[in-house]
T-cell receptor, first 115, second 114 residues
Framework: KAGVTQTPRYLIKTRGQQVTLSCSPI?????VSWYQQTPGQGLQFLFE???????NKGNFPGRFSGRQFSNSRSEMNVSTLELGDSALYLC??????????????FGQGTRLTVV | AQTVTQSQPEMSVQEAETVTLSCTYD???????LFWYKQPPSRQMILVIR??????QNATENRFSVNFQKAAKSFSLKISDSQLGDAAMYFC???????????FGKGITLSVRP
């Protein structure tokens, strides 16, 4: 069974640009969550999508948005990039249900550098 | 708000020895789950072990076991027979049964001495 796939693995963008990151969850998983990891703030929750609907949202500005497609693949978009957006962005996949479905499996992340 | 605290930023262990990583959390929920994740230099987060709050029995996965003290809100990870491949950053994480958001601690860097 294939794991969680994130693309691209690395990105370098200029301030003011926008970027789109992609995440393909484990087959059968309907929940996709996104996290930002930085040395200073650690791991912070961005948002979660379940069956194409945003189910949870963290405390990030509106420049951070996402969506989920009918095949459960998810994209997150960051507009008007700032230097502080440089981070490792992790995607997590889960069944989205209670019990066994609570386990989240992560992709390898996308390393975004804003210059 | 739920918080997860890992107070030790770094630890070191001799190969084949046992090490315990500490974690405390704060919550008013009764239905929740706790996890330990490992993040090696490759940056991929790997699930090590999970514990349901309603279970009194401590979870074990091969060389990894937890000491779950619900009243004290403590959730420590014990790694037995440490191996060089155990060297990584370890994160303690919490989520409720109803909300899929994971709240992470700051992490602890574990080094293994040969």
């Amino acid at each position: 069974k294939a794991g969680v796939t994130q693309t691209p693995r690395y990105l370098i963008k200029t301030r003011g640009q926008q970027v789109t990151l992609s995440c393909s969850p484990i087959s059968g998983h309907r929940s996709v969550s996104w996290y930002q990891q930085t040395p200073g703030q650690g791991l912070q929750f961005l948002f979660e999508y379940f069956s194409e609907t945003q189910r949870n949202k963290g405390n990030f500005p509106g420049r951070f948005s996402g969506r989920q497609f009918s095949n459960s693949r998810s994209e997150m978009n960051v507009s008007t990039l700032e230097l502080g957006d440089s981070a490792l962005y992790l995607c997590a996949s889960s069944l989205g249900a209670a019990g066994l479905g609570v386990e989240a499996f992560f992709g390898q992340g996308t390393r975004l550098t804003v210059v | 708000a739920q918080t997860v605290t890992q107070s030790q930023p770094e630890m070191s262990v001799q190969e084949a020895e046992t090490v315990t990583l500490s974690c405390t959390y704060d919550t008013s929920e009764s239905d929740y789950y706790l996890f330990w994740y490992k993040q090696p230099p490759s940056r991929q987060m790997i699930l090590v072990i999970r514990q349901e709050a309603y279970k009194q029995q401590n979870a074990t996965e091969n060389r990894f076991s937890v000491n779950f003290q619900k009243a004290a809100k403590s959730f420590s990870l014990k790694i037995s027979d440490s191996q060089l491949g155990d060297a990584a950053m370890y994160f303690c994480a919490y989520r409720t049964g109803a909300n899929s958001k994971l709240t992470f601690g700051k992490g602890i860097t574990l080094s293994v001495r040969p």
